[in-house]
C-alpha cells in the first residue's frame, strides 16, 4: 500500500492540474493568475510531505492533532479551574 507523501510525490502534477481547474473558479484566485497558484499549491503539498515524513513522538502526534492553542488554557478554563479547587484556610 502506498503511503500519503509517496502518493503526493508520485501524483503532484496532476494534483497541481486538479487544483488549479478548481481554484480558477473562485474569483480571487483568478486574480493570483495559473502559477502563483500553482506555486503556492506545491508549496503547501511540499510542507505536507516533509511533515508527513518527519518522526513523532507519541505526545507530538497527540499535541499535533489537537492544534496549535490546545496546550494553552484559556481564561475561562483558569477561572472555572480556580473556582472548582477547594480553598485552604
Not at 509517496?6 to 480571487?28: G, H, K, S, T, V
Not at 506555486?39 to 510542507?47: P, Q
Request: aromatic fraction near 4%.
Amino acid at each position: 500500500m502506498m503511503r500519503l507523501p509517496d502518493f503526493i510525490i508520485a501524483n503532484i502534477e496532476a494534483i497541481l492540474d486538479d487544483w488549479e481547474r478548481y481554484a480558477m473558479q473562485i474569483p480571487a484566485a483568478q486574480e493570483m493568475g495559473k502559477e502563483a497558484l500553482r506555486d503556492h499549491a506545491r508549496e503547501m503539498l511540499e510542507t505536507i510531505v516533509r511533515d508527513l515524513g518527519t518522526p513523532q513522538t507519541p505526545e507530538e502526534q497527540k499535541q499535533k492533532s489537537q492544534g496549535p492553542g490546545a496546550a494553552r488554557e484559556t481564561t475561562a478554563r483558569a477561572k472555572a479551574r480556580r473556582k472548582s479547587m477547594p480553598r485552604s484556610g
